[in-house]
């Protein structure tokens, strides 16, 4: 499986930006998810979409980002609004297979200005 992301940018304080992350490889899998990480802190889950829907989100960013699948084109989408800047870090986009394995792909950076 292959990840790439992209979409990240410089952005100010209350933007928006969309996160891509396309999908190669097979399409079987658990979840998918967006992780970030900040400078000097660990990798940490921002959002997360299982196999049938449901999704989940770390609380610092509910009701300002949403997580989204296209099937059909095998991709994963994460809008971004009322941008902060501690959201400023590097995204990585997940795959986590129907046995557990987790995929990664390279990280896209985001920063926002305050």
């Known amino acids: 499986v292959q990840l790439q992301a992209s979409g990240g940018g410089l952005v100010q304080a209350g933007g928006s930006l969309t996160l891509s992350c396309a999908v190669s490889?097979?399409?079987?899998?658990?979840?998918m998810g967006w992780y970030r990480q900040a400078p000097g802190k660990e990798r940490e889950l921002v959002a997360r979409i299982r196999s049938g829907g449901g999704t989940n989100y770390a609380g610092s960013v509910k009701d300002r980002f949403t997580i989204s699948r296209d099937n059909a084109k095998n991709t994963l989408a994460l809008q971004m609004n009322g941008l902060k800047p501690e959201d400023t870090a590097v995204y990585y986009c997940?795959?986590?297979?129907?046995?557990?394995?987790?995929?990664w792909g390279k990280g896209t950076l985001v920063t926002v200005s305050s």
């Open positions: 997940n795959l986590r297979n129907l046995w557990g394995e987790d995929s």
């Open positions: 490889g097979s399409t079987y899998y658990s979840a």
